[in-house]
C-alpha cells in the first residue's frame, strides 16, 4: 500500500498522497460542526412529520469579550402552509426563537422571524430591550427545490419538495436574558444545553411578515407537534480571531454532537453495545492490523508474502463484521457520508483481495508488473485514507471527546510517516547492497543464495522472496534490472 521505490518521482507522489491526506483529516477535526435534524417528509400526497435541520457554531469575540453565535436552519415541506420553529432553552418562556415560514413560489425569500415569549402563548417579535445586550441579524434566506432523486432546481409548481435554507447570527449571544422559568441561558461551553422546536403543518399564512400571526402548533409531543433536544455548544466553539461561516447542514445526518436526550445519559453505553463494538473493529483494523500487513510486506523475510495476506485477511474480516453490526443498526437508513464511506470500503475490501491474488499468480509468470499490480497497490492506498477519515467521522457522530479525536489523527499521521519511512530504508538498503554487487561480481551468486538476488524496490516484487532456489528461472525478466557477471 505505501510501496516507494529510489526514484524521486515515486517519492514525490507518496509524500502528496501523506500531505494531502493529513490536510484532510485535520480539515475534518478544525471543523468540527454540531447538527440536529428531524426527517419527516414523505412527499405532497403523503401525511409526512416535522421536518427540519439546524446547525450551530459558537465564536468566542475577542473585541466585545462575548459569544456569538452562528445558526443555520433548513425546513423541507411541501407547500407554503404552516411553520417550523427552533429555539433555545427547555420550555417557550424565555426561548429565542426562529420561527421559518413562507411560500416558495412568492418569488421572495422564506421568512426568519426572531421571537421570544413569556409564557406559553403566541410568540412575539424581540425587541432591543427584551434583547438584554444580544443583536440577531439575518444573513441569509432564500428557498430552493428537490426533485424526486434528491438533486437541487429552481422552484415550481412540479417541484416534489421545497428547502428553507436560513442562516443568521446573534452576537454577544450569552447575554441573552432568558428569562423565564425553566428556561436557560445561551452558554458557549455547555455540553447538554437543551432547545426547543415546534410546527404546524397546515396553517394558511395570509400576510408574509415577520410579524404574521401564528396558529399554535399542536399539543401532542413528537413529531405532532412539539419537542426537545440537546445539544453540546462547547463541542462547537472556536476562539479564533477571524469568526466562522454560518454552518453548513450535513446531508442525512441526524445528530452530530446534538441528542434527543439529556447528552451526559446518552454517553453513558453500555461497554458492549453495538455501537462500542463496531467503533473498536473499525479502529483496531484500520489503525492497527491494516498498518501491521503493510509492515510485514516489507520485513524482507522469507515468508512476507504470507505474513502480509494472513494479517490482511484478519483486518478485512474484522472490518466485515465491524460493517455488518453498522448495517444493523442503520435499520435499513444508508443516507449519512459516514455510512456510505463504510459501505463502500467494505465492497472494496473483496475486489483487493481479488486482485491480489491475480496480482501474484501473474506476477510469478511474467516477472514484472501489470495493470493489475498498479490497481491492488492505489485500492490500498485509497482504502487506508478512506477508512482512516471516516473512522474520525464516526467518532464526530457520536460525539467523542476532540482530545481523543486529535490523539487519533497523531496516531494516523506517525503511522503514515513512519510507514513512509519504514519502506524507504528498505528500498535504500537493497539499493546498497545491489550497487555493492555490481562493483564486486563475486558478491553476486551469495545474493541469490540469500534470497537477495529478486529484492527489487516495490511491494509486490518482494514476493520473489518466497520462492524456492528451484523455481528460479535460469533467465527471466528481472536480469536485466542486475548487473550480470563481468559487466561494468
Partial sequence: MFAVTMAPNSMTRVLLIWIATVSYLFGIILAEPVQYCKFGYKGKEENGDVDFCMGVAMHQNRSSNAYDMYLSMTVTRGSDHGWTAIGTGAVMAGSLMTIVYGDPLSGEPPIASIRTTAGHHQPKLITK???????????????????????????????????????????????????????????????SLPWIWAWNED??????????????????????????????????LTTAESPPPVPSIRPGVHTLGS???????????????????????????????????????????????????????????????????????SRGSFNSPHQVAGLLVSGILGLQAFLGWRHHVIFLRVRHRTWISHAHIWAGRLIMIVGWANFLSGMLLVAIGRFWII??????????????????????????????????????????????????GDDEETEMNELDDHDKPESSPYDPMLPRHGSH
Fill in 407 to 456: 490523539l487519533v489523527v497523531a496516531l494516523i499521521v506517525g503511522e503514515t510517516a513512519g510507514l513512509t519511512f519504514w519502506v524507504w530504508t528498505c528500498n535504500k538498503r537493497k539499493s546498497r547492497k545491489s550497487t555493492r554487487e555490481t562493483s564486486d561480481p563475486s558478491m553476486s551468486w551469495q545474493g541469490e543464495r540469500d534470497g537477495e538476488y529478486f529484492a527489487v
Fill in 129 to 191: 430591550e427584551q434583547a438584554g445586550g444580544a443583536e440577531i441579524r439575518v444573513l441569509r434566506a432564500e428557498w430552493r427545490a428537490l426533485d424526486k432523486d434528491g438533486t437541487f432546481t429552481s422552484p415550481s409548481s412540479s417541484s416534489h419538495a421545497y428547502v428553507a435554507e436560513v442562516g443568521l447570527v446573534c452576537y454577544s449571544c450569552n447575554l441573552w436574558p432568558a428569562e423565564g422559568q425553566g428556561s436557560g441561558k445561551i452558554s458557549a461551553t455547555a455540553t
Fill in 203 to 236: 396553517q394558511e399564512i395570509s400576510t408574509l411578515s415577520d410579524d404574521a400571526h401564528l396558529n399554535r402548533h399542536r399539543t401532542r409531543r413528537g413529531n405532532g407537534g412539539w419537542g426537545e433536544f440537546y445539544v453540546d455548544m462547547s463541542r462547537s
Fill in 259 to 329: 441528542s434527543d436526550k439529556p447528552i451526559h445519559r446518552s454517553r453513558n453505553s453500555k461497554l458492549f453495545s453495538k455501537g462500542t463494538i463496531h467503533g473498536f473493529l473499525m479502529g483496531i483494523s484500520f489503525l492497527v492490523i491494516f498498518p501491521l500487513g503493510v509492515l510485514a510486506m516489507r520485513s524482507q523475510s522469507n515468508k512476507s508474502l504470507k505474513y502480509h495476506w494472513i494479517i490482511q485477511l484478519v483486518a478485512s474480516l474484522c472490518t466485515g463484521v465491524g460493517a455488518i453490526i453498522g448495517i444493523i443498526m
